[in-house]
């Protein structure tokens, strides 16, 4: 049970769905685990609101954004990998909380929320794939 992600329990609960084991089992064995995330796309800097200034220090907050953003898509794809559908829930839902205080001003950019959503379809898209 624990590659289930169910850690001694019979089933995963979200809001909207509960799993059994045998689901998760079935699942599990029909899984491309092959399939990796690609490379996501970087914030192009210049893109950003010139009003501020482009300094070194908003290139730094935007190279790190994407870095820690495409480590939060890559630890997904490898939960939905495993069938660890609590943990995906998980991540995602935690993913801006912990995003550190100092790069939170960049959620209103809106070169940065282009480059979330498309991030975002290139996360899905991939976990697609390896579901089906």
Same mark, same amino acid.
């Given at each position: 049970n624990s590659i289930l992600g169910l850690a001694g329990r019979g089933s995963v609960t979200t809001p909207q769905s509960?799993?059994? +084991?045998?689901? &998760?089992?079935?699942? +599990?064995?029909? &899984?491309?685990k092959t399939l990796d995330l690609p490379e996501l796309p970087q914030i192009n800097a210049v893109?950003?609101?010139a009003a501020q200034g482009l300094t070194e220090s908003i290139k730094g907050d935007l190279q790190e954004l994407s870095r820690l953003y495409e480590e939060h898509c890559r630890e997904v794809v490898e939960f939905a990998k495993q069938v660890q559908f609590a943990q995906v829930y998980a991540s995602v839902h935690t993913v801006w909380k912990q995003m550190p205080k100092h790069l939170l001003y960049l959620t209103k950019e809106p070169a940065v929320i282009?480059?979330?959503?498309?991030?975002?379809?290139?996360?899905?898209?991939t976990i697609l794939h390896v579901l089906i």
């Open positions: 509960k799993l059994n +084991a045998g689901i &998760l089992m079935m699942i +599990a064995s029909s &899984l491309d893109d950003v609101d282009a480059k979330v959503e498309v991030w975002d379809t290139i996360l899905y898209d």
